[in-house]
């Protein structure tokens, strides 16, 4: 089975919608329906060349995601890379798609000039952390929210 990331087609909506759903019920969250509107709109959107999306697909089928978005950083004169949201289906975690899709926004990221690359996970999400481990470094940071 051939593993293809690329990036996120205005066709991939349904099955786009069915991976984030699943992110977001894994987080406990929800978003509203103008919320995924309006998101994969920006997307798409030539215009918003800051927010991206990448798609893992195999056998034509669509098994991951990540979306990441590039913005400005005071202490540095190039932007920075916040990867936002990665998604794998559970009954393929483990099998490197994952890390295929961190690889692929790195790939991004040097080819836009943005060499620093960061994400955010909970504590708790140790099988994520395990590959986190070995693809990146952990940060000392603790993030505080209004």
């Known amino acids: 089975m051939t593993l293809h990331i690329r990036h ?12 984030w759903t699943a992110y977001l019920e894994f987080y406990e969250s929800s978003v509203s329906e103008q919320v995924y509107e309006a998101t994969f709109s920006r997307i798409l959107d030539p215009n918003e060349a800051n ?8 056998n034509g089928r669509l098994i991951g995601l990540v979306h990441f978005i590039y913005h400005a950083h005071n202490w540095r004169v190039e932007d920075v890379c916040y ?3 990665l998604y794998v289906d559970p009954t393929l975690r483990g099998s490197g798609v994952g890390r295929a899709l961190i690889e ?3 790939e991004a990221a040097d080819a836009n000039g943005t060499p620093s690359v960061y994400w955010l996970t909970q504590d708790f999400n ?10 990146a ?10």
């Open 51 to 58: 927010r991206n999306a990448l798609v893992a697909e195999q």
């Open 83 to 85: 990867l936002q949201d």
């Open 126 to 135: 140790e099988p994520a952390r395990q590959l986190y481990d070995r693809v």
């Open 137 to 146: 470094k952990l940060t000392p940071f603790i993030k505080y929210q209004r």
């Open 8 to 19: 996120l087609t205005e066709d991939d909506q349904p099955e786009w919608r069915r991976l």
């Open 104 to 106: 692929a926004v790195y």
